[in-house]
């Protein structure tokens, strides 16, 4: 039988197959057809063929745009925003529109074209959350951006244009509309009870249990109770912190554990799938958003969202989220030496 | 330089991205859909579908159009609703109906395909069924939608039909929706979709096409490439009360769109979804300026790229073609109906 579970932050309503779940076979997900590393942008002697790097991670001596790298960050070749200019904003009648000003990045997270973020040893995937890091804090200099989405696209339904292990960034002009809602959603249930509304669901989650994927020290990984995808994980930080910019090197070394261990199990679970996360934290540039709460939000794609989801808001979930926590919890993992 | 538009409802910002610029070639028509199944919609396979809820048939008595419950419904009729609070979360009971529109008795995929008669016919039995869900206090709204194509979660059999899906809560898109247009009632005492329709007819750039009462036009905010919006050009807040007779002037006007749509982008897969006001009941949140501040409309979303993780992580669309562009092309299509 169906129920419908609404999300305590935006009052998004959910409906959840609760009595005939699909399990994780039924999706029938294809796995995927690698084009291969000829011709990458992203590989090693390839470096040419982006725009030159804002910055990388390297272990050793190179000069800028030469292989050696770990983690390297160049502009989008195909910029959705342009990072000259105003803004110029303009009204006609009903109508307000601006130039397009924004930043569009892309962070080569490793340079193995084949690997998964799962596949990566340990180190090198918390070079790419240092690179997450280092961008955040780098781009929130410029005051004319409000917000900086970091975000991942795995596999082409989710939108990924090239295979090889690459996220995105977007610093956008103004906070956009999910962000606004999130962060309105957490600082009204802060003022009526003085409390983070996402620090009540770590707690809630972590005593009911069954929505638990995984944890360590500083992170929570779970399936959130109304989500809105069969297999969403959140990653949250056990503290309460509103801003991703700011976490410290010994945290970052357990979101990378912990990022790892999610991916890993989504994977072995799922097999291959596309997928997207995002990571979700406080605007820049505003007013302070302490009642805010940064996480991780992992999004696999394992269903084709209709009509329906889009012109409503209204979400379909196949697989309830206790379900999908219990499937990924008791999965085992090769044990591996990184 | 690409832009940064508003949507003048929701308050929702796209990009209008010039650096992709896209045209109506650049899409490429990929078909990743699975062999069809057997179909069960067609004449004389009735037996195959669950309960009729309604049916519209002709003077032989053969049905042109039939209502059925869903194989597999999101939402259910017969049940005790319930509510609960659990930690931060609440909780209740999928109270509701989950409805299939068999749109014809002939196996045609694409809406755009059937007769304007037969559209008008879909469009009947889409206000019938309101009206008679309209009866169930539980209900707070019926959306009616359609999925073409397998990229539109279209499903294996290429049979063309509608979704009518009613729930007992408000949906979060709908709810921003009624809440962006009675903001600007509140202000302006006007209806937003009706200055909107007045400006776009005075502007024509973003028109595609406009006849007997009704106008199809690109969005100045759009998220999608070659999305349109169907819109009564008289004030009107409920969709299910259109006169038979305009039902006539929509189908037609709706099928040149479709099929305009299906010439120019190689016959893409498309939602349609169609917002009209929740039916007027005494619940939290209601209000009564709703006759005059809402207006009925139907989206018509093409899909022709995926939506990533950007979109879903901000709400912030990337729209690569410029509406004014979408409608000049739209507009050129020749199609006859």
Known sequence: MPELRKDPIVGRWVVVNVEN???????????????????????????AM??????????????????GWKVRVVPNKFPALRIEGDLDKQGIGLYDFSNGIGAHEVIIENPEHYKGLDQLSLEDVGYVLKAYRSRSLDLRKDRRFKYILIFKNVGVQAGASLEHGHSQLIALPMVPKNVKEEVKGAKKYYEFRERCIFCDIIAYELEAGERIVCE?????????????????????????????????????????????????RLHKVLGDHPYNYIIHTSPVNTDSHFSYHWHFEIMPKLTRVAGFEWGSGFYVVFTPPELAAKYLREVKLEESNS | MPQLRKDPILGRWVI?????????????????????????????????????????????????????????????????????????????????????????????????????????EVFWAYCE??????????????????????????????????????????????????????????????????????????????????????VALVPFAPRFPFEV???????????????????????????????????????PSYNYIIHTAPFRRPYPGYWSTIEE?????????????????????????????????????????????
Not at chain 1, 28 to 44: A, E, I, N, T, V
Not at chain 2, 68 to 75: R, T
Not at chain 2, 85 to 103: A, F, R, T
Not at chain 2, 233 to 243: G, Q
Request: with cysteine.
């Open chain 1, 21 to 47: 779940p699909t399990l994780p076979e039924e999706f029938h997900l294809p796995p995927f057809q690698w084009r291969g590393d000829k011709d990458c942008p992203f590989c090693y002697n390839n470096e």
């Open chain 1, 50 to 67: 982006t725009p030159p790097e804002i910055e990388a991670i390297s272990e050793q001596e190179r000069a800028p745009n030469t292989p």
């Open chain 1, 216 to 264: 360590n020290d500083d992170f929570l990984a779970f399936c959130p109770l109304s989500s809105r995808f069969s297999f969403e994980v959140w990653i949250i930080p056990k503290e309460h912190l509103d801003d991703y910019g700011t976490i410290g090197d010994v945290k970052l070394s357990n979101l990378a554990q912990i990022l790892k261990e999610v991916i890993g």
């Open chain 2, 16 to 120: 209008i991205s010039t650096e992709r610029a896209k045209r109506p070639k650049d899409f490429p028509h990929i078909d990743t859909s699975p062999p069809e199944r057997e179909c069960p919609f067609c004449r004389g396979k009735e037996a195959l579908t669950p309960g009729e809820l309604y049916s519209i048939k002709d003077e032989q008595g053969n049905w042109r159009v039939r209502v059925v419950s869903s194989i597999k419904p999101f939402l259910e009729p017969n049940k005790k609703s319930w509510k609960k609070g659990k930690g931060p979360y609440d909780l209740m009971e999928g109270v509701g109906s989950h409805e299939v529109v068999i749109d014809t008795p002939e196996h045609i995929a694409n809406m755009a395909d059937l007769e304007v008669g037969n559209i008008r």
């Open chain 2, 129 to 214: 069924r309101i009206r008679a869900l309209q009866e169930d206090m539980r209900i707070k709204y019926v959306l009616i939608f359609k999925n073409y194509g397998w990229d539109a979660g279209g499903g294996r059999v290429r049979h063309s039909r509608s979704q009518i899906i009613a729930t007992p809560v408000n949906l979060k898109r709908v709810k921003e929706e009624l809440e962006g247009a009675k903001f600007y009632y509140d202000y302006h005492e006007r209806c937003v979709f009706c200055d909107l329709i007045r400006q776009e007819l005075k502007e024509q750039e973003r028109v595609v096409l406009e006849e007997d009462g009704f």
């Open chain 2, 229 to 267: 919006w169907v819109l009564p050009k008289e004030h009107s807040p409920d969709f299910y009360k259109t006169s038979w007779e305009d039902l006539f002037s929509l189908a037609s006007l709706l099928k040149k769109v479709l099929l305009k749509i299906k010439i120019l982008l190689d016959d």
């Open chain 2, 293 to 337: 501040d809402y207006h009925w409309h139907i989206e018509i979303t093409p899909r022709l790229t995926q939506v990533a993780g950007f979109e879903w992580g901000t709400g912030f669309y990337i729209c690569p073609t410029l509406p004014e562009e979408a409608a000049k092309f739209l507009r050129e299509v020749e199609v006859r109906v």
